[in-house]
């Protein structure tokens, strides 16, 4: 059996290793904005109609009974980090989810909990 503790054996190489891979520090803030961001109930439940279909501000309105200020306000943080995308129908903009990289995230998170639940 050895003796010693165990920080007294790390592999430093090995770590520093590690932590020479770990993202650039602009990426790591804009991580941690974007689950910032997802930390809103309100937010995430726009983000999972989302990945239903494209949708209007008055559909998501109606859906999930909030003000037409109160849906904007939380599609423009959304925006603002690249999560949702727009697009003009006529006089109107059309909602939808970013990109197959959103989707997916949404789609492990959801997948995650309900490993959990069991």
């Not at 109609?49 to 309105?61: G, Q």
């Amino acid at each position: 059996m050895e003796s010693g503790h165990i920080c007294e054996r790390v592999d430093k190489e090995a770590i520093s290793s590690l932590a020479s891979n770990l993202p650039e520090e602009d990426a790591i803030v804009r991580i941690s904005n974007i689950f910032h961001a997802l930390q809103s109930g309100p937010r995430l439940k726009i983000m999972y109609l989302l990945l239903e279909k494209e949708m209007f501000v008055c559909e998501l309105e109606f859906a999930l009974g909030m003000s037409q200020s109160a849906i904007s306000h939380n599609l423009r943080t959304l925006r603002q980090l690249d999560l949702v995308r727009t697009k003009k129908k006529g006089r109107f903009v059309v909602y939808s989810v970013a990109d197959e990289h959103v989707k997916m995230l949404l789609e492990l998170s959801r997948k995650h909990v309900m490993r959990c639940a069991l």
